[in-house]
């Protein structure tokens, strides 16, 4: 066994991070580790990016206890990581009058999950307050505890101030099966070796159920991936100001029309069950799909305007909530099991796994407590996460005191998002270097403008080689296997390398 | 030194910045500065290392390097200022009479840049359709990228993207970089085109796909993008009249990379955030016969006002709003057009979009325009008062992919001045 850990964290998305974040305040020595090349690379990165009101899960399940719970931390929790959020509200919009006596359902619904603020409005308030939406509005529940959020920036802000305070971050590095003494969990082997521990947290998201089965756990358990299809529309085209949800039907929030802290306009998800647990195509039925279902609450949203489409899936799971009183089959999972020692088992983390991931992440130090983990504190723990330049934000007399500073500032690589090359070599060189196009990609929003990348790709390939020493033809889109380039065409002595 | 006001500032110096910085100064601008993001002049030509370019203006056929060093050569020769590796962050109209347009912009040399102009040509070029705008399904991994950025790639930094291509769409880039490619020892397995007829020019057809034997697929397109990490194959499918895939046409076409050549569109973040009208048809800001846009002394060249086919016709238009950013820099003209042009029977749209009949007194003004769909008959091209005819000119066929051109001439001065508008139309002869 090469190292000792008090704790090892399998999975880093969201819920993995924030929990990795949580339990570097105390005094214990924690790996995270994950299996792609970068941190947020499945569910945390292709969802709706919203810190849910609450209004939605079913009153009673562990999903509603820990959207109430977290809600109410993100102004904290983005403040400490220095990350973009911002309190939009959403609103539930009736089209019909069927729909409208729904909305009495939803907001009696929003109340016994304790959710504040909920009003009822009117046709003509929800139209005078929201003209872009559908003259046959009926009225609207108006949730104005409802956020947007940068869901790769949490992902990753949450990791890096885990870093900074103590945790280790192993990539690429694959859970294969645990280590056992008995009904004692002492270690995880992986692709990388093995490592020991006496404590693991299953935070493998859609990879929750296999990770679980090795420990003899839930073996009934299933996550049955979900795909959501979505456009993102161009800024300069079209905008909104807020999060627009349909009266929901009965297995999702339905499809929503919504601004993201980009100021870009994102239309989805429908939802398809798929086949196996990479299947994040886009399919031209789930865009029919998105686009009528938008165009019912929001007319004058126009394909044309679309300047991205990308697709996540849900881990669903099927654990029957642990409050008995329920007849619920898809709750979240948030235990110590029985049949092993050592493991807090995390499942189904579906939406709203996003928003609850603060909730989930004390959640988990609360089992530790209760199993008789002492958890002290770090005196010395600072959940500030510093933060780094991001040059379109600055005032004009910022910028230049930047590029004074350091002239890569000065030379701008990302022409549609305005990203310069000195934000790509800090992160290149960050806390978790971003090491392929994709990691960059989510770390400064490069290539997610309306060319697509087809102006930033060749010259961050390069930057992305010459800061690490590497060949162009080593760089990947996202790890191993995704190279861009394959050879070079002829080579000439100086270029050689 | 850099002076703190110019009379004329070119953003981009592609061919069209070329042009309009060179027009500039003949046209008495004293001061005129280039500012191009790239390192070196010269723009997009840079990387068309074929030829094709230069056959209206210098009746010789030019690769395209070759073709912007003449422009080049001249414009240094004209002492003409520029500022290379330097991205224009804004350009901000005068907010009196009395002031001027200021753009900001920065470079890693100089840090952040605040100059003003007395008027600016706008020559930012066009950019290429993405995946995304039509919403190309399947899984999203490397090695699907655009025509344009697979030429920068094998002709400027030397490196190959793929081995086994299939390009989606006729347009000209694409089927260039299909010869390209296949003489760089790559195989490119097929092109294919959603539309019944070719998008790009019949010489490219020609030149890049027949004499490669590289097979065109007309009515095709991409149902699918297979693989997770590098794109491993296509499926492909046949497209009805109305663009709905036939069933059973699929095939699945193994390949590493995916080209894209489905249409530029003009590039104008900066026009939009200076305020100027750009046109939802041509993407492009609204312009007269001097490409002055709906901003008073904001002035737009070449692809940036529209897709050209051929680069001599951006040469031109950036001759003419270079020489009229000069007129206007030095107070010489400020009368704006007033005679609309209107897209009649199968034409998409008309540039300019305004025409000041005053203009017509001693020179001719060109109108270039696109056809919705393809005629392969003689036709007639007509500019028309209302039911009258002023201007007409025949043509063996017309196609969407060929930029089509109707002049008038100073013979047309009365009727143009008595015109409340005027129509384009192309019809069957």
Same mark, same amino acid.
């Given at each position: 066994?090469?190292?000792?850990?008090?704790?090892?964290?399998?999975?880093?998305?969201?819920?993995?991070?924030?929990?990795?974040?949580?339990?570097?305040?105390?005094?214990?020595?924690?790996?995270?580790?994950?299996?792609?090349?970068?941190?947020?690379?499945?569910?945390?990165?292709?969802?709706?990016?919203?810190?849910?009101?609450?209004?939605?899960?079913?009153?009673?399940?562990?999903?509603?206890?820990?959207?109430?719970?977290?809600?109410?931390?993100?102004?904290?929790?983005?403040?400490?990581?220095?990350?973009?959020?911002?309190?939009?509200?959403?609103?539930?919009?009736?089209?019909?009058?069927?729909? $409208?006596? !729904?909305?009495?359902?939803?907001?009696?619904?929003?109340?016994?999950?304790?959710?504040?603020?909920?009003?009822?409005?009117?046709?003509?308030?929800?139209?005078?307050?929201?003209?872009?939406?559908?003259?046959?509005?009926?009225?609207?529940?108006?949730?104005?505890?409802?956020?947007?959020?940068?869901?790769?920036?949490?992902?990753?802000?949450?990791?890096?101030?885990?870093?900074?305070?103590?945790? !280790?971050?192993?990539?690429?590095?694959?859970?294969?099966?645990?280590?056992?003494?008995?009904?004692?969990?002492?270690?995880?082997?992986?692709? $990388?070796?093995?490592?020991?521990?006496?404590?693991?947290?299953?935070?493998?998201?859609?990879?929750?159920?296999?990770?679980?089965?090795?420990?003899?756990?839930?073996?009934?358990?299933?996550?049955?991936?979900?795909?959501?299809?979505?456009?993102?529309?161009?800024?300069?085209?079209?905008?909104?100001?807020?999060?627009?949800?349909?009266?929901?039907?009965?297995?999702? !929030?339905?499809?929503?029309?919504?601004?993201?802290?980009?100021?870009?306009?994102?239309?989805?998800?429908?939802?398809?069950?798929?086949?196996?647990?990479?299947?994040?195509?886009?399919?031209?039925?789930?865009?029919?799909?998105?686009?009528?279902?938008?165009?019912?609450?929001?007319?004058?949203?126009?394909?044309?305007?679309?300047?991205?489409?990308?697709?996540?899936?849900?881990?669903?799971?099927?654990?029957?909530?642990?409050?008995?009183?329920?007849?619920?089959?898809?709750?979240?999972?948030?235990?110590?099991?029985?049949?092993?020692?050592?493991?807090?088992? &995390? /499942?189904?983390?579906?939406?709203?796994?996003?928003?609850?991931?603060?909730?989930?992440?004390?959640?988990?130090?609360?089992?530790?407590?209760?199993?008789?983990?002492?958890?002290?504190? !770090?005196?010395?723990?600072?959940?500030?996460?510093?933060?780094?330049?991001?040059?379109?934000?600055?005032?004009?007399?910022?910028?230049?005191?930047?590029?004074?500073?350091?002239? $890569?500032?000065?030379?701008?690589?990302?022409?549609?998002?305005?990203?310069?090359?000195?934000?790509?070599?800090?992160?290149?060189?960050?806390?978790?270097?971003?090491?392929?196009?994709?990691?960059?990609?989510?770390?400064?929003?490069?290539?997610?403008?309306?060319?697509?990348?087809?102006?930033? &790709?060749?010259?961050?390939?390069?930057?992305?080689?010459?800061?690490?020493?590497?060949?162009?033809?080593?760089?990947?889109?996202? /790890?191993?296997?995704?190279?861009?380039?394959?050879?070079?065409?002829?080579?000439?002595?100086?270029?050689? /390398? | 030194?850099?002076?703190?006001?110019?009379?004329?500032?070119?953003?981009?110096?592609?061919?069209?910045?070329?042009?309009?910085?060179?027009?500039?100064?003949?046209?008495?601008?004293?001061?005129?500065?280039?500012?191009?993001?790239?390192?070196?002049?010269?723009?997009?030509?840079?990387?068309?290392?074929?030829?094709?370019?230069?056959?209206?203006?210098?009746?010789?056929?030019?690769?395209?390097?070759?073709?912007?060093?003449?422009?080049?050569?001249?414009?240094?020769?004209?002492?003409?200022?520029?500022?290379?590796?330097?991205?224009?962050?804004?350009?901000?109209?005068?907010?009196?009479?009395?002031?001027?347009?200021?753009?900001?912009?920065?470079?890693?040399?100089?840090?952040?840049?605040?100059?003003?102009?007395?008027?600016?040509?706008?020559?930012?070029?066009?950019?290429?359709?993405?995946?995304?705008?039509?919403?190309?399904?399947?899984?999203?991994?490397?090695?699907?990228?655009?025509?344009?950025?697979?030429?920068?790639?094998?002709?400027?930094?030397?490196?190959?993207?793929?081995?086994?291509?299939?390009?989606?769409?006729?347009?000209?880039?694409?089927?260039?970089?299909?010869?390209?490619?296949?003489?760089?020892?790559?195989?490119?397995?097929?092109?294919?085109?959603?539309?019944?007829?070719?998008?790009?020019?019949?010489?490219?057809?020609?030149?890049?796909?027949?004499?490669?034997?590289?097979?065109?697929?007309?009515?095709?397109?991409?149902?699918?993008?297979?693989?997770?990490?590098?794109?491993?194959?296509?499926?492909?499918?046949?497209?009805?009249?109305?663009?709905?895939?036939?069933?059973?046409?699929?095939?699945?076409?193994?390949?590493?990379?995916?080209?894209?050549?489905?249409?530029?569109?003009?590039?104008?973040?900066?026009?939009?955030?200076?305020?100027?009208?750009?046109?939802?048809?041509?993407?492009?800001?609204?312009?007269?016969?001097?490409?002055?846009?709906?901003?008073?002394?904001?002035?737009?060249?070449?692809?940036?006002?529209?897709?050209?086919?051929?680069?001599?016709?951006?040469?031109?238009?950036?001759?003419?709003?270079?020489?009229?950013?000069?007129?206007?820099?030095?107070?010489?003209?400020?009368?704006?057009?007033?005679?609309?042009?209107?897209?009649?029977?199968?034409?998409?749209?008309?540039?300019?979009?305004?025409?000041?009949?005053?203009?017509?007194?001693?020179?001719?003004?060109?109108?270039?325009?696109?056809?919705?769909?393809?005629?392969?008959?003689?036709?007639?091209?007509?500019?028309?008062?209302?039911?009258?005819?002023?201007?007409?000119?025949?043509?063996?066929?017309?196609?969407?992919?060929?930029?089509?051109?109707?002049?008038?001439?100073?013979?047309?001065?009365?009727?143009?001045?008595?015109?409340?508008?005027?129509?384009?139309?192309?019809?069957?002869?």
């Amino acid at each position: 066994m090469r190292d000792i850990y008090d704790i090892i964290i399998i999975g880093g998305g969201v819920v993995g991070c924030m929990t990795a974040r949580q339990l570097s305040r105390y005094q214990l020595k924690v790996l995270l580790i994950e299996k792609e090349a970068d941190i947020g690379m499945g569910p945390s990165s292709a969802n709706s990016a919203i810190v849910h009101a609450g209004h939605d899960p079913i009153p009673g399940s562990l999903k509603a206890e820990m959207n109430s719970r977290a809600n109410p931390m993100w102004d904290q929790v983005a403040a400490e990581l220095g990350i973009a959020f911002e309190r939009s509200g959403s609103y539930i919009v009736a089209v019909g009058a069927e729909e $409208r006596a !729904k909305l009495d359902d939803l907001y009696a619904r929003g109340q016994q999950n304790g959710v504040p603020g909920m009003e009822i409005l009117s046709a003509e308030e929800t139209l005078r307050r929201e003209p872009q939406l559908s003259p046959e509005v009926s009225g609207a529940l108006w949730l104005p505890t409802a956020g947007l959020v940068d869901t790769f920036g949490a992902v990753i802000a949450a990791a890096e101030n885990a870093l900074q305070n103590g945790v !280790k971050l192993l990539l690429e590095t694959e859970f294969q099966d645990f280590i056992m003494d008995g009904r004692r969990i002492v270690g995880v082997r992986t692709n $990388r070796g093995d490592f020991g521990c006496r404590w693991v947290v299953n935070a493998a998201g859609l990879f929750s159920d296999a990770v679980m089965h090795k420990a003899g756990v839930r073996p009934d358990f299933k996550i049955t991936p979900r795909r959501g299809e979505y456009c993102v529309l161009d800024r300069a085209e079209f905008t909104t100001r807020s999060v627009y949800f349909p009266v929901p039907g009965a297995a999702t !929030k339905g499809i929503l029309v919504l601004n993201t802290v980009h100021g870009n306009t994102i239309i989805g998800p429908d939802s398809q069950t798929v086949a196996t647990r990479e299947d994040d195509e886009i399919t031209p039925a789930g865009m029919a799909e998105i686009w009528r279902g938008a165009g019912k609450l929001i007319p004058s949203v126009n394909p044309r305007h679309v300047i991205a489409t990308f697709a996540g899936l849900r881990a669903t799971g099927n654990a029957h909530s642990p409050n008995p009183a329920l007849n619920y089959d898809h709750d979240f999972v948030i235990e110590i099991p029985r049949e092993v020692d050592g493991l807090v088992n &995390l /499942g189904g983390i579906e939406s709203p796994g996003l928003t609850a991931a603060p909730a989930i992440a004390e959640r988990v130090a609360d089992l530790l407590r209760d199993a008789g983990e002492p958890l002290p504190e !770090k005196p010395a723990w600072n959940p500030i996460r510093p933060t780094r330049p991001v040059f379109h934000k600055l005032s004009r007399a910022e910028q230049a005191a930047l590029i004074a500073r350091d002239p $890569r500032y000065g030379r701008m690589v990302c022409r549609c998002e305005l990203v310069t090359e000195g934000e790509i070599v800090a992160e290149i060189h960050g806390p978790i270097p971003a090491l392929t196009y994709d990691a960059l990609k989510r770390r400064t929003w490069l290539g997610t403008g309306r060319c697509l990348g087809s102006f930033d &790709l060749p010259r961050v390939v390069e930057l992305l080689a010459q800061e690490t020493g590497r060949s162009p033809l080593e760089v990947t889109k996202r /790890g191993a296997g995704s190279e861009f380039l394959f050879r070079q065409t002829k080579t000439v002595g100086e270029r050689e /390398g | 030194m850099m002076k703190s006001l110019y009379d004329v500032i070119v953003i981009g110096a592609g061919p069209g910045g070329l042009a309009a910085a060179i027009a500039a100064k003949q046209n008495g601008a004293a001061d005129v500065l280039m500012i191009d993001r790239d390192l070196e002049l010269g723009g997009i030509l840079l990387q068309c290392i074929h030829n094709g370019f230069g056959v209206e203006i210098f009746k010789q056929d030019l690769p395209g390097p070759g073709y912007a060093q003449r422009f080049i050569d001249q414009a240094l020769g004209l002492n003409i200022e520029y500022l290379l590796d330097t991205m224009v962050l804004d350009v901000i109209p005068p907010a009196a009479p009395d002031e001027h347009h200021r753009i900001y912009a920065m470079s890693k040399r100089t840090g952040l840049i605040d100059v003003q102009a007395r008027a600016v040509v706008l020559a930012m070029g066009c950019r290429e359709r993405t995946r995304a705008q039509i919403r190309l399904p399947g899984s999203r991994p490397a090695g699907v990228y655009t025509a344009g950025t697979a030429q920068r790639w094998v002709n400027v930094e030397g490196y190959m993207p793929g081995k086994e291509f299939v390009i989606l769409g006729s347009g000209d880039i694409g089927m260039i970089m299909a010869r390209r490619l296949t003489l760089e020892g790559a195989h490119v397995n097929r092109v294919l085109e959603i539309m019944p007829y070719l998008t790009g020019l019949t010489r490219n057809y020609v030149q890049c796909l027949l004499d490669y034997d590289i097979p065109l697929h007309l009515r095709h397109t991409i149902k699918r993008i297979i693989g997770r990490k590098r794109v491993e194959a296509v499926e492909t499918v046949l497209v009805d009249e109305r663009w709905n895939p036939v069933p059973g046409s699929e095939e699945v076409v193994p390949c590493d990379t995916l080209l894209l050549s489905v249409g530029l569109i003009p590039e104008n973040e900066l026009s939009r955030k200076a305020g100027v009208k750009v046109d939802p048809v041509t993407g492009g800001p609204v312009v007269d016969d001097g490409f002055q846009t709906s901003v008073p002394g904001i002035f737009a060249a070449g692809n940036v006002v529209h897709v050209y086919d051929l680069v001599d016709w951006v040469t031109e238009a950036g001759l003419q709003a270079g020489k009229w950013a000069a007129r206007y820099a030095l107070g010489l003209s400020t009368a704006a057009g007033r005679v609309p042009l209107k897209a009649g029977e199968n034409v998409r749209y008309v540039v300019p979009h305004v025409i000041n009949p005053a203009a017509l007194a001693n020179e001719s003004i060109r109108l270039q325009f696109r056809i919705t769909q393809p005629i392969e008959q003689p036709v007639m091209i007509e500019v028309r008062d209302g039911e009258k005819v002023i201007a007409r000119k025949g043509e063996p066929y017309a196609r969407p992919g060929e930029m089509v051109n109707v002049t008038l001439a100073p013979k047309h001065y009365d009727d143009v001045q008595k015109a409340s508008a005027l129509t384009v139309s192309v019809v069957k002869r």
